[in-house]
């Protein structure tokens, strides 16, 4: 008895769309649920929809909770894109994890709960690329290479947006160095991602053009009237 259906029949055929549909889903809705609401309630009792953060990201939830109020709500974004990929690939495999980890990062971007208006995804692109990374290869090198690039970055140029731009930038480039055959549709996946990520920081690098783009402070630059 047969209990896989035939290849290329109408009943795969109809698996295929539903796997495919059921990653997109998956990772578009999870990405869609913005942690920084439970954080903002749970541990400042006040909701951010109605204070005017309902599209907030780490860095503005920075400036009106504070510190650990980012670090809260950046770790579970970061594992919102772990989550995403891990649901894909339970789904679909590999391809799964490609579609539910880009489209979680979409949905960070553009939430349906939020009326399409989001933040970045940076965090959720790097729980992404962590995922990716680790199923690829056995040990993240991409995502360490690809986080020492990060760093790279904000601390010789101070641009947070500009660290972020340059880790979506040369994901495909690192990862298909790395993973090579293996990477299969998360290459493709990475290919969206940088295209998604330049196109979501288009203002940001128009303000660093301008030299109007803000930048971090740290310990030993802080007397430069920053």
């Not at 913005?34 to 749970?42: E, S």
């Not at 760093?151 to 660290?163: A, D, E, N, P």
């Not at 295209?195 to 930048?215: G, S, T, Y």
């Given at each position: ?73 950046s770790g579970l ?34 939430p349906c709960f ?86 979501r920081h288009w ?24």
């Amino acid at each position: 008895m047969r209990l896989v259906p035939a290849e290329g029949s109408a009943l795969m055929g109809a698996l295929y769309i539903g796997g495919v549909v059921a990653c997109i889903a998956f990772g578009y809705l999870l990405g869609s649920l913005n942690p920084a609401v439970p954080v903002a309630r749970f541990g400042f009792r006040e909701d951010i929809r109605a204070a005017g953060h309902a599209d907030a990201d780490a860095p503005e939830i920075y400036r009106a909770y504070g510190r650990g109020a980012a670090v809260a709500v950046s770790g579970l974004r970061f594992l919102q894109g772990v989550l995403a990929c891990l649901g894909g690939l339970l789904i679909w495999e590999m391809n799964g994890m490609a579609l539910g980890g880009l489209f979680a990062m979409l949905g960070a971007m553009f939430p349906c709960f939020n009326r399409f208006r989001g933040g970045r995804g940076a965090e959720v692109m790097a729980g992404m690329i962590f995922t990716v990374s680790l199923f690829t290869t056995g040990i993240p090198f991409a995502f360490l290479v690809l986080l020492l690039i990060f760093l790279i970055v904000i601390i010789g140029t101070r641009f947070l947006s500009l660290g972020v731009i340059m880790t979506g930038v040369f994901y495909p480039l690192v990862l298909q160095m790395f993973s090579g055959a293996e990477a299969g549709l998360c290459l493709a996946g990475a290919v969206f991602t940088t295209l998604f990520v330049v196109a979501r920081h288009w203002d940001c690098m128009q303000r660093i053009w301008n030299r109007k783009e803000p930048q971090l402070k740290f310990p030993w630059n802080r007397d430069k009237g920053d």
